[in-house]
């Protein structure tokens, strides 16, 4: 180089530039031919490189390298080209010590902040690619990225500023340590979410895609996103609650991911039958209780067993009127139970029955307890309505009153009585 320098120096002088002349001339053209092989270098990459690693790319069966490409991740790499260049080849043009300092400092903050970009780049294009494997897709990926991506720009920030200041990076890392207290607050909420979202993912707490309850947030719905600072939930209206993840750890939520991949949705639901209308069955209302299908072996089994007892002991089926004095509520009970277990739609294998609560002043309740084969939030619904409906309807053949308070048709029945 310093003989192509030196052919030009005597160019210039044998065309009657003064010395001085002659080597700004010189350091002029050198400086113009070296910004010319960086952007030239520059384009190479960008158009000619690319576009081979591009149609490379297209060609391949793998699905990463494509997502890489479109991120944009390589475009950054050969964004440093053009200032690397510079930085090494400078010194060639300028002979002032200073001003090439000055210049190489800005060209190591820029190829500093370009790789940043890059690796910032390259983190997010692996994120895309593990957040749609199967595995890794309920995992808080994207609290991961970020908490990796702030402490990247953190150390990037540090390096930056040395190289400004002209000193080593560790003399800013002992000074910060003085104000460690002041970074902690700034950087308190971060710090949070990055503990919390490790406490959540080591418990397996929260998954994206986990239905959860939280009312002091006003969150019912589905997680969409866990970040370093916030969890997102879609709530069921539409709207977005957003939750900060260290409330998650500190506070109490219901997560229903047990009830999603368990058998069935539970459903625990009571009617309340009027007092008055329960009595003991006669042989009159058994006989007509007997041509419903799902009652016809349950009564015949019942007299069966109790005219077996009768007779070993010597009591007169007459006086006690088929045995045990069957009441319609006892009987109406067995029918919801056999009525359940026949429903394709109630999971056989968990717990269904027909139970009394304690009687109060509204009556008996009556309470259904099973679960639904259906788990999803409007067909579930649709089944327990459908129970319901079924069970509102028959309860006058079995001559049982639903308790309501009075209303108008009450009184309106009562004066045409008076």
């Known amino acids: 180089m310093e003989q192509v320098t030196g052919f030009i120096n005597e160019i210039l002088l044998s065309w009657g530039f003064s010395q001085s002349w002659a ?17 030239l270098g520059d384009a190479i990459c960008r158009h000619i490189i690319l576009t081979a690693v591009a149609r490379l790319v297209k060609k391949t069966k793998a699905t990463w390298d494509d997502i890489v490409f479109d991120r944009k991740v390589l475009t950054h790499v050969s964004h440093l080209v053009a200032p690397i260049l510079l930085y090494i080849l400078l010194p060639l043009a300028i002979s002032n010590l200073g001003l090439l300092s000055f210049i190489q400092r800005i060209c190591m903050i820029y190829i500093i902040a370009v790789f940043l970009k890059f690796i910032s780049s390259l983190l997010t294009a692996l994120f895309h690619v593990y957040s749609e494997k199967e595995q890794f897709r309920d995992r808080p990926l994207k609290g991961l990225l970020q908490t990796v991506q702030v402490i990247l720009f953190f150390i990037g920030g540090i390096i930056i500023v040395s190289i400004l200041i002209d000193k080593s990076p560790m003399v800013l890392l002992t000074g910060l340590g003085a104000s460690a207290a002041v970074l902690m607050l700034v ?3 971060s710090i949070m979410g990055f503990v919390s979202g490790i406490q959540l993912s080591a418990n397996n707490m929260l998954r994206v895609g986990d239905w959860i309850q939280m009312p002091k947030y006003g969150a019912d719905g589905t997680v969409i996103e866990v970040t370093l600072n916030t969890v997102k939930v879609r709530n069921w209206d539409n709207t977005i609650t957003t939750i900060p993840p260290y409330a998650l750890v500190s506070d109490s939520f219901q997560n229903w991911r047990g009830m999603q991949e368990s058998g069935g949705r539970r459903i625990k639901r009571s009617i309340r039958i009027d007092m008055n209308s329960v009595k003991f069955c006669t042989p009159e209302m058994l006989a007509k209780y007997k041509k419903i299908q799902l009652l016809k072996d349950y009564i015949e089994e019942t007299e069966k067993v109790i005219e077996d007892y009768n007779k070993e002991h010597g009591i007169d089926n007459s006086i006690l009127v088929n045995g045990r004095r069957q009441t319609n509520l006892g009987v109406f009970r067995a029918y919801l139970t056999n009525y359940l277990k026949s429903l394709p739609t109630v999971n056989q294998d968990l717990t269904c029955m027909v139970r009394q609560l304690q009687p109060t002043e509204q009556g008996i309740p009556l309470e259904l307890y099973f679960f639904s084969a259906i788990k999803a939030w409007v067909p579930y619904e649709g089944v327990q309505a459908d129970v319901f409906d079924h069970v509102l309807a028959i309860i006058p053949e079995f001559d049982l009153h639903v308790f309501q308070n009075p209303t108008g048709e009450d009184f309106r029945e009562l004066s045409k009585r008076n």
């Open 23 to 39: 080597d700004d001339l010189t350091s002029g053209i050198i400086l113009v031919v070296i910004l010319a092989i960086a952007f």
């Open 187 to 189: 950087f308190k909420d």
